[in-house]
């Protein structure tokens, strides 16, 4: 009994960790959109930087774009909301934490792809990509299901 709360407590920090991610990232687009920055803000030289990007096209700005890619990405989000429910439904929590998660950080940029017809995109890694922490969020999400898929084939 005590395990199961441990875990249920551990879930639920994570939860809670992603939803804040995901206000903090809302909170820099709306900085970013609302022009609250002259210009790019150095965090580390120039190597990390936040300034703001619009982007047009999917992960690592691969070029899709248009109405295709918002109802595509609908589908892949219902899907993955379906699959979530079913797992949990399984007591595979933990799986279905994370694929919450991603779902959560998708929601995020799918919105802005909605509302601004793009995503916004704020943080920059010299030599790599610009991205947001929704980005961030579903990465985490995507790395971390993987571990717990692998480990339930084991």
């Not at 792809?113 to 991205?131: E, T």
């Amino acid at each position: 009994m005590f395990n199961s709360q441990l875990v249920q407590q551990k879930i639920a920090m994570i939860f809670m960790i992603a939803v804040f991610f995901i206000i903090f990232d809302r909170f820099f687009k709306s900085l970013f959109l609302g022009n609250y920055f002259a210009g790019p803000v150095h965090i580390v030289g120039d190597s990390i930087s936040l300034f703001f990007q619009s982007n047009y096209n999917i992960a690592f700005s691969l070029p899709v774009t248009g109405l295709f890619l918002n109802v595509f990405i609908i589908i892949i989000l219902l899907s993955l909301l379906a699959h979530t429910i079913y797992l949990y439904k399984k007591k595979k929590i933990n799986i279905s934490v994370f694929l919450f998660i991603i779902i959560m950080g998708a929601t995020s940029n799918l919105f802005d792809r909605l509302k601004y017809g793009f995503v916004v995109d704020y943080f920059n890694v010299s030599y790599f990509s610009v991205f947001n922490l929704a980005d961030a969020v579903i990465l985490f999400g995507v790395v971390m299901s993987l571990i717990f898929y692998d480990r339930e084939k084991k």
